[in-house]
Each structure stands twice: as C-alpha cells, then as structure tokens.
C-alpha cells in the first residue's frame, strides 16, 4: 500500500510534457504583447511613427499566430483566450492611447470619453466573437464574413489621421482633432455594429494552380511597397478597407438570399399522418 502511495505522489510531482506546437502559436501571441505595449512607450516618449510601426508588427503577429496554430494542430482553449486578451491591448487600449496622445488630448475629457470608447468597444466586440464561435447554428456561408469591423482593422483605422502627419500633410495631430473625434466614434461604432465585413479566412483554401505566381508576384510586390512608402501603403489600404463595406454587405445579403431559397426549395417530406 506504502508503495502505491508513493509512485501515486511520485507521479504527480511529474510534469506533463507539452508539445512544442502548442508553445510556439502562444509565443508569437506574447511577441505581439510586448509590441503593442511597446508602442504605448513609444507613443508617451513621442516617436509616433515608431509606435504606429509597432502596432502593425502586431497586427502581423496576430495574423501568424491562429494560422501557425492551425497548420501544427496546436490549437487550444488557452491560446484563444490568449489571443482575446492580447488582440484588447494590442488593438483596443494601444490605439486608444495613441491617437489620444497624438490628436484627442487637445480636446480634454471628450477627447478621453472617445479614445475609451473605442477600447471598449474592442473588448465588446471580441467578446461577441468569442460568444459566435461557440454558436453551433451558424450557416456555414457567414463563415466569409465578419460580425463588426474586426479589432485589427478597427485599429488601423483608427490610427489612420496619423498617416497624414506622417506624409507632411498635417503639421500638428490636434489641428484635425474636431475631425478625428468622429472619426475615431464613428471606427469604435462600426466595431460594435452588425455590419457583415469580409472575413478573409476562407482566402486560405486552395487556390488554382494558374493564380499561384500572380499571388506570390502580388504579395511581394505589396510587401515592398509597405517597407518602400509605408505611410502611402496604409493610407491607401485604409480607404480600400472603407470602400470594400459596401460590397461586402451586398454580398452578405446576395448569399442570405441564396440560403434562404435554397432553404424554400429544399423537398418536404410526407407529413405523418394521425393515428399512424
């Protein structure tokens, strides 16, 4: 009995071994962290530029880390919750402080009022997110899109009237703050919308074989134009984004509409008769 008891405690003294897939997905997730509360530094010491350059190293990060975790099978309820928290820092409270620091604090109490709306809308929004992925219900066609403007987009558009100041268009950020006041609400409110927007998960499938080297060509060409002219890049890629709403809530009513009459004209069966 003695021996069993001690081989029972010996075992528990063990530690699990942890596979290095499910280690590597949760690493890229803290790199992120450490980028974006890198860029409140950055941001607070005044190196603005350097601060907008480390929320999109996160958001690059935050892209790697779910699609690095699926392709080694590494996914797991503590790397969800993870990233949730990290996508709140790195997209919802850094952003808040940046465009505070640079344009809303000219404005006071309302310009604060805005800058925690859009951090609270980022952790509304993720936290609706999660809640949807547990939703056994959902059409498998909604999977293309998204609920809200999704928290890294939200953020990057939100950081966006940085840009000009950064090209020289705008010598001082609280010359435009009465401009990016409504802007900065109006971001926070397309997060916490129903507003259906592209979700780009379904771009991953396989791709025709002729398409192959356009989409490799394509992605190195983007690539050195972001390191080239950053600030045009994403200036431009912020008004793509806006533009790209429309047609993607046309889409999502086209396929709703799809559905449904597929739905209408799917066959019935018999009805059971009484007493049968």
Request: hydrophobic content about 55%.
């Amino acid at each position: 009995m003695t021996a069993q008891l001690r081989r029972r405690r010996k075992e528990r003294r063990q530690f699990r071994m942890i596979p290095v897939r499910f280690l590597l997905p949760n690493l890229i997730t803290l790199l992120a962290v450490c980028s974006g509360v890198t860029a409140i530094r950055l941001g607070i010491e005044g190196r603005f530029e350097l601060a907008v350059g480390a929320v999109i190293l996160a958001t690059v990060l935050d892209a790697m880390d779910g699609r690095i975790a699926r392709l080694l099978k590494g996914t797991s309820r503590f790397g969800a919750e993870l990233d949730s928290l990290a996508d709140f820092v790195n997209f919802g409270v850094t952003p808040a402080v940046l465009i505070y620091l640079w344009s809303l604090n000219s404005l006071k109490n309302l310009g604060w009022i805005v800058a925690l709306a859009l951090a609270i809308a980022c952790a509304l929004r993720l936290a609706r997110f999660n809640v949807m992925l547990e939703d056994p219900e959902t059409p498998e066609w909604t999977r293309a899109f998204f609920v809200g403007i999704p928290a890294p987009a939200g953020a990057l558009l939100a950081i966006s009237p940085m840009y000009l100041g950064f090209l020289g268009l705008v010598e001082d950020g609280h010359v435009l703050a009465p401009a990016v006041l409504p802007w900065v609400a109006l971001v926070a409110l397309g997060m916490i919308s129903r507003l259906p927007t592209y979700s780009g998960k379904t771009f991953s499938r396989r791709i025709p074989r002729e398409w192959v080297l356009p989409i490799l060509a394509g992605l190195v060409f983007a690539l050195a134009m972001l390191i080239a002219f950053p600030w045009h890049v994403m200036l431009v890629a912020s008004l793509a984004y806006v533009i790209s709403l429309p047609y993607s809530v046309r889409s999502w009513r086209r396929l709703r509409l799809r559905a449904a009459e597929g739905a209408s004209e799917a066959p019935v069966g018999p009805k059971k008769q009484e007493g049968s």
